[in-house]
C-alpha cells in the first residue's frame, strides 16, 4: 500500500508544480498605482524662464520749416508717413509660482533687450521706379521690471495643463534712437520734389505700467510653454535738432530750394504704442 501511495504521488509531482507555476502572484500582477498614476500640476516653487519675441513700435514723426516723412506715389508706390519700428527681443525671468485646482498665482522679475529698425520713412523716385528708399534709423531698448499674473486653468488635470493668464506690472525702458531720416518739403499739402536727409540721435528713460495675457502649457509640474503680449502705458517722446541738406535724385528737376543747406530743423518723433508678443520656456525647480 505505501509503495502504491509513493508511485502515485511521484506521478502527480510534476502536474501540481506547472499548476502552481501558472497561477498569477497577486502582488505582482496587481499593478500599483502609486507607480502608474500621473501626477496632477498642482505645485510651487522657484521657476526660471527665457523669451524670445516681437517688438513693435509706431512712430509718428513731426518737424519744423513745413518738413514731413516723405513719400512719393507719382510711379504707383505710396508710404505710411507714420513708419513702425520692428525687431526681436530676448528676456530672462525669474520669480516665484503657486498653482492651485483652477487657478494660479506668479509673481516675477524681468530684464530684457530689443533691437528694432525703421524699414523705410519715404520711396525715393527715380527714372526706372526703382525699389524703395530704405533709411537707417534703429531704436534699441534695455528694459527691466515686475509682474504679477494670474493663471486659469484645470491644474489637476494629469500630466499636462492648458492655461490662460492675465497680470500687469511696471516697466523701466531705456531707448536709444540713432540713424537718418528722409524729409520732403509739404506745400498746401502737396510734396515738391525737392528731397532732404537729416539725422536723428536721441535717448530717453520711460517708467510705465505694463499689461501682460497670453496662453500657455505646463507639463509634468515643471516645464512651462507659454506665448504672451505685453503692452506699455505710457510711450517716449524723442526731439532732436539736426542740421537739413538738399538730396539730388537723378533724372528729377530740383524746381525750387525752399530751404537752405544746413538749417537747423526740430524733429518730434513720438512712439504712439509698443507691444511685444513673445514665446516662453519656464522651468520650475
Given amino acids: 500500500m505505501k509503495?502504491?501511495?509513493?508511485?502515485?504521488?511521484?506521478?502527480?509531482?510534476?502536474?501540481?508544480?506547472?499548476?502552481?507555476?501558472?497561477?498569477?502572484?497577486?502582488?505582482?500582477?496587481?499593478p500599483s498605482n502609486k507607480n502608474t498614476s500621473k501626477e496632477s500640476n498642482i505645485t510651487g516653487g522657484l521657476f526660471f524662464g527665457l523669451s524670445l519675441g516681437r517688438d513693435s513700435m509706431l512712430n509718428v514723426l513731426n518737424t519744423t520749416e513745413n518738413l514731413t516723412a516723405y513719400h512719393y506715389n507719382k510711379d504707383g508706390k505710396e508710404s505710411d508717413k507714420n513708419?513702425?519700428?520692428?525687431?526681436?527681443?530676448?528676456?530672462?525671468?525669474?520669480?516665484?509660482?503657486?498653482?492651485t485646482e483652477f487657478v494660479g498665482l506668479r509673481i516675477y522679475g524681468y530684464y530684457g533687450k530689443a533691437w528694432d529698425d525703421m524699414l523705410t520713412?519715404?520711396?525715393?523716385?527715380t527714372p526706372l521706379n526703382a525699389a524703395s528708399y530704405y533709411q537707417t534709423a534703429d531704436l534699441d531698448a534695455e528694459y527691466y521690471g515686475g509682474m504679477i499674473d494670474i493663471l486659469f486653468g484645470d491644474f489637476e488635470t494629469e500630466d499636462m495643463s492648458i492655461y490662460f493668464f492675465l497680470g500687469g506690472g511696471y516697466q523701466f525702458t531705456d531707448y536709444k534712437l540713432t540713424g537718418k531720416v528722409s524729409l520732403g518739403y509739404e506745400d498746401?499739402?502737396?510734396?515738391?520734389?525737392?528731397?532732404?536727409?537729416?539725422?536723428?540721435?536721441?535717448n530717453k528713460m520711460i517708467q510705465s505700467p505694463v499689461a501682460n495675457i497670453g496662453m500657455g502649457v505646463m507639463i509634468?509640474?515643471?516645464?512651462?510653454?507659454?506665448?504672451?503680449?505685453?503692452?506699455?502705458?505710457?510711450?517716449?517722446?524723442?526731439?532732436?535738432?539736426?542740421k537739413t541738406q538738399l538730396v539730388g535724385v537723378a533724372g528729377l528737376p530740383i524746381y525750387k530750394k525752399h530751404i537752405p543747406d544746413d538749417t537747423t530743423i526740430t524733429i518730434r518723433e513720438s512712439i504712439s504704442y509698443n507691444y511685444n508678443?513673445?514665446?516662453s520656456y519656464m522651468y520650475i525647480f
Fill in 3 to 30: 509503495k502504491r501511495l509513493y508511485v502515485f504521488l511521484m506521478l502527480i509531482f510534476p502536474f501540481t508544480c506547472s499548476f502552481s507555476s501558472q497561477i498569477p502572484d497577486k502582488t505582482s500582477a496587481t
Fill in 83 to 99: 513708419p513702425s519700428f520692428d525687431g526681436i527681443s530676448v528676456e530672462a525671468r525669474l520669480g516665484l509660482i503657486k498653482t
Fill in 121 to 125: 520713412l519715404g520711396l525715393r523716385y
Fill in 188 to 202: 498746401n499739402r502737396q510734396l515738391d520734389d525737392d528731397i532732404y536727409k537729416s539725422s536723428v540721435s536721441a
Fill in 220 to 242: 509634468a509640474k515643471h516645464h512651462l510653454f507659454e506665448f504672451n503680449c505685453r503692452v506699455l502705458f505710457t510711450n517716449p517722446t524723442f526731439f532732436n535738432e539736426s
Fill in 277 to 279: 508678443l513673445a514665446l
